[in-house]
């Protein structure tokens, strides 16, 4: 249980373009899922917490406009990267968090790599 | 963001002995989690500490809450090649509303064959 799927594994965009990546929690519904970056050899950073039916809460110093998050259902988040610049190039993560078990543990995505050319 | 402290920085160990990281921060959590990273994936949840003092084990793993609910380490018993990878501890203070796990920085592991 508490498996957690990211797509895609891998994406790369042109410069200025948008991309997607979607989180969805398969075996549980996740009322609160979470968007990480990491940087390599680095630990992660949290960008925000989205909670389903409402606004995300972003993370000091990310911006809410170039880094989109829609949590409409219990099982799916998205990202959207807004006109990314190679310096949007990064593994994103994302984790869900069971309610239903009322435990604190946070169960992740297998990533996503984004490169922008 | 603030983040815990987590020793040694990367280990370089022979197949066959024993291992232990450990987290200390200043401030107090009352929850501690372990992960382990492979290359290009997610970090996979290990164990999961809730009470002050608690030990577990999980396999040929053991974790430990410390009693001043300020530190947590983790020990691998004869370690093997798969256990290579990047283990982070992570601590939680608050479950409710608040919610928000602090990591440390990682621990990476090298198991010589």
């Known amino acids: 249980g508490a498996v957690v799927s990211q797509h895609p594994s891998r994406v790369i965009c042109k410069s200025g373009t948008s991309v997607k990546i979607e989180c969805r929690s398969l075996d549980f519904q996740a009322t609160t899922m979470f968007w990480y970056r990491q940087f390599p050899k680095q630990s992660l950073m949290l960008m925000a917490t989205?909670?389903?039916?409402?606004?995300?809460?972003?993370e000091q110093g990310v911006e809410k406009d170039k880094f989109l998050i829609n949590h409409a259902s219990l099982t799916l988040s998205t990202l959207t990267v807004t006109s990314a610049h190679p310096e949007d190039s990064s593994f994103y993560i994302c984790?869900?968090?069971?309610?239903?078990?009322?435990?604190?543990?946070?169960?992740f995505g297998p990533g996503t790599r984004l490169t922008v050319t | 963001g603030q983040q815990l402290n987590q020793s040694p920085q990367s280990m370089f160990i022979q197949e066959g002995e024993d291992v232990s990281m450990n987290c200390t921060s200043s401030s107090i959590f009352n929850t501690w989690l372990w992960y382990k990273q492979d290359p290009g994936e997610g970090p996979v949840l290990l164990i999961a500490l809730y009470k002050a003092g608690e030990l577990t084990s999980n396999g040929r793993l053991t974790a430990q809450f410390g009693i001043t609910r300020k530190d947590s380490f983790l020990n691998i018993s004869a370690s093997i090649p798969s256990d290579v990878g990047i283990y982070f501890c992570?601590?939680?203070?608050?479950?409710?509303?608040?919610?928000?796990?602090?990591f440390g920085k990682g621990t990476l592991l090298t198991v010589n064959p």
């Open positions: 989205s909670n389903e039916g409402s606004k995300a809460t972003y």
């Open positions: 992570a601590g939680l203070r608050d479950g409710g509303s608040n919610y928000k796990l602090t």
């Open positions: 984790s869900a968090r069971d309610w239903d078990t009322s435990s604190y543990e946070q169960y």
